[in-house]
């Protein structure tokens, strides 16, 4: 069965240090998520990527958050700035054309720890 | 998006049925009710669909009343593995929406 794969599965870094977190989606899937789940609290929505742009993105991404399809199958997110609140579980999701917006399938995660 | 409310916990037995119904009175003529599953460390997963009526799959059943301002989540015969969050979300299905979480069920099965 087709999976969304991330990496790395953990990411330590320092505070202020930039951090690229990856995705590959399923490979014929043409609309991406990212959400993330700070320790103990709700899945939070980040962003929606479809066509090569944002749909739509939360409070929660800011300026110092940036996504990216750099080719056909990869599906990136990019802390520029880490803080310490940005410790996080981030998913990333995608869905698949003609499903409805509520069947996305989930990564099993990348959990950021900034110290 | 139609506010969601749902037991914060629910205890069970291995073999045993059960049922998470979770309340949304301002549900809108589009929407469809969702449910995903989460275990510790992993992803959300999507588990059944419903608009009315009932919606049956391998894992579980979705019950809609007609007034559709609640739905019941099923599962037969839980057993250790199902000890999970358990997700109601409502929304419209058309467009690239985000899904929106609220703090879900958490299911403890016993031994």
């Known amino acids: 069965e087709p999976e969304v794969t991330q990496t790395p599965s953990h990411q330590v870094t320092q505070m202020g240090q930039e951090v690229i977190l990856r995705c590959v989606p399923i490979s014929n899937h043409l609309y991406f998520y990212w959400y993330r789940q700070i320790l103990g609290q709700k899945v939070e929505f980040l962003v929606s990527?479809?066509?090569?742009?944002?749909?739509?993105k939360s409070e929660i991404f800011d300026d110092q958050f940036s996504v990216e399809r750099p080719d056909g199958s990869n599906f990136t997110l990019k802390i520029r700035s880490t803080k310490l609140e940005d410790s996080a579980m981030y998913f990333c999701a995608s869905r698949g054309q003609g499903a409805s917006y509520n069947e996305q399938f989930f990564g099993p995660g990348t959990r950021l720890t900034v110290l | 998006l139609a506010k969601t409310t749902q037991p914060i916990s629910m205890d069970s037995y291995e073999g045993q049925e059960v049922n998470i119904t979770c309340s949304h009175n301002n549900i809108a003529t589009n929407d469809y009710i969702t449910w995903y599953q989460q275990f510790p460390s992993q992803g959300p997963r999507f588990i059944i669909q419903g608009y009315k009526t009932k919606v049956t799959n391998e894992v579980a059943s979705l019950f809609i009343p007609a007034d559709r301002k609640s739905s019941t989540l099923s599962l037969p015969r839980v057993s250790l593995s199902d000890t999970a969050v358990y997700y109601c979300l409502v929304g419209d299905i058309q467009g690239r929406r985000a899904l929106t979480f609220g703090s879900g069920t958490r299911l403890q099965v016993q031994p």
């Open positions: 990527f479809y066509n090569n742009e944002i749909s739509e």
